[in-house]
C-alpha cells in the first residue's frame, strides 16, 4: 500500500480526497498546514506528498524549499488555486513534480499520482525485499546484489541498509541509528555510524564520493533516497 502525504488546509477538499484516495488503495495521511506538513515529510517516509500552495504558517513554496534543502526527494504533486504560470514555474523550478490547479478533476488527479509512483523505486514486497537500481535486497535471506552479482556486506551493514530501507525518505539522526541499528546497550560511538556508512556506500552506491542513495543531511545525519 503507497503512502501519500496530504498538506491542505481546506476541510471539504481534505475529507474528498481521504474517501476517494482510501477507496484506491491508499493509505492517507494528513497534515493542515505548513510548519506540521514540512516536519512529517522530512521525518516520516512517504511515496508522495500533496502540497497545497496556500497553507497557515508556511506556504507550499517555502515548504517544498526547504523539503528539498533537507534532502527530501519523496515525489511532491502541487495543489492550488493560482493557474497563472508563473506560479507553475515557481513550483516546478523549487523541485515541484508536477502541478495540479483546482478544481480539478479527480480522474486527472489520479492518473498523475500513478505517473508517479510508477516512476518510483520498485518494492519487491515488504517481507521479502527492495530494489532500487540494479541493487536488489532480499529481506529473507539477508542477501543483497548488484547488477546480479552478490555484495558481501557485515550483518551491521546488512542492519543498517535494512533500516535505511524501512525509513526512506526520512531524516535518521546518528542517535536513532545508534539505538535502532545498534542497540541501546552497545553504545558504540557516532563516528562508528559515520564509518558503516561509508562502507556501505562503497559497495552500493555507483560513485560513493558523490552518493545518490545514502545521502547526509548537515547537522542531522542520513537519509535513503533508494
Excluded at 541509528?177 to 552497545?186: D, K, Q
Excluded at 562502507?199 to 533516497?225: C, D, S
Aim: neutral net charge; hydrophobic residues 40%.
Amino acid at each position: 500500500m503507497k503512502r501519500l502525504l496530504l498538506i491542505e488546509d481546506e476541510p471539504g477538499l481534505v475529507l474528498t480526497l481521504r474517501d476517494r484516495l482510501t477507496r484506491e488503495g491508499y493509505a492517507l495521511e494528513t497534515c493542515g498546514d505548513g510548519e506540521s506538513g514540512l516536519e512529517r515529510a522530512a521525518r516520516e517516509p512517504f511515496d508522495l506528498v500533496l502540497l497545497d500552495v496556500m497553507l497557515p504558517r508556511l506556504n507550499g513554496f517555502d515548504v517544498l524549499r526547504e523539503m528539498r534543502k533537507r534532502g527530501v526527494e519523496v515525489p511532491v504533486i502541487m495543489l492550488t488555486a493560482k493557474g497563472q504560470v508563473v506560479d507553475r514555474v515557481v513550483g516546478l523550478k523549487l523541485g515541484a513534480d508536477d502541478y495540479v490547479t483546482k478544481p480539478f478533476e479527480m480522474v486527472e488527479l489520479l492518473a498523475r499520482i500513478e505517473a508517479k509512483l510508477r516512476r518510483a523505486p520498485a518494492l519487491v514486497h515488504p517481507s521479502e525485499g527492495y530494489r532500487f537500481d540494479d541493487v536488489r535486497v532480499d529481506f529473507r535471506r539477508a542477501e543483497v546484489t548488484k547488477a546480479g552479482a552478490p555484495l558481501e556486506l557485515s550483518a551491521r551493514e546488512f542492519q543498517l541498509l535494512k533500516y535505511f530501507i524501512e525509513h526512506r525518505g526520512a531524516t535518521l539522526t546518528r542517535e536513532e541509528l545508534l539505538n535502532e541499528v545498534w542497540g541501546y546497550n552497545a553504545m558504540p560511538s557516532t563516528r562508528t555510524v559515520d564509518v558503516h556508512v561509508a562502507w556501505l556506500r562503497q559497495k552500493i552506491e555507483p560513485n560513493p564520493r558523490h552518493p545518490q542513495y545514502v545521502l547526509t543531511v548537515h547537522g542531522m545525519g542520513y537519509k535513503f533516497a533508494g
